[in-house]
Nanobody, 128 residues
């Protein structure tokens, strides 16, 4: 069982930056594929970014590409989502997710059904 705890959300103005963190419990974090999803009330959850177990591969939704950077520190059991040039449409609850499956295609990363574990979410609000 893996527990994921997100932090770093908050209120920021348009154009600002935030860094989200997701800390995972367990000794096998380095073998997990990790992802970030976001959801606005009344809308479907959508993929934001994903990273392979080694950190060697990253995938981004078109809506965040060039503005968000996902990285991981396996020694600290943590993934980081650096969000720059934030826009009001980035406002959402952001969820960290993990899977033991070594995903190797972008469409797999984007599919929430591929992930086994989810955090409780952290709110990001971007004011205009």
């Amino acid at each position: 069982q893996v527990q994921l705890v997100e932090s770093g959300g908050g209120l920021v103005q348009t154009g600002g930056s935030l860094r989200l963190s997701c800390v995972a419990s367990g000794r096998t974090f380095s073998s997990y594929t990790m992802g970030w999803f976001r959801q606005v009330p009344g809308k479907e959850r959508e993929f934001a970014a994903g990273i392979s177990w080694s950190g060697g591969s990253t995938y981004y939704a078109d809506s965040v590409k060039g503005r968000f950077t996902l990285s991981r520190d396996n020694a600290k059991n943590t993934v980081y989502l650096q969000m720059n040039s934030l826009k009001p449409e980035d406002t959402a609850v952001y969820y960290c997710a993990a899977t033991r499956i070594a995903l190797n295609r972008a469409d797999y990363y984007k599919d929430g059904r591929m992930y086994d574990y989810w955090g409780q979410g952290t709110q990001v609000t971007v004011s205009s």
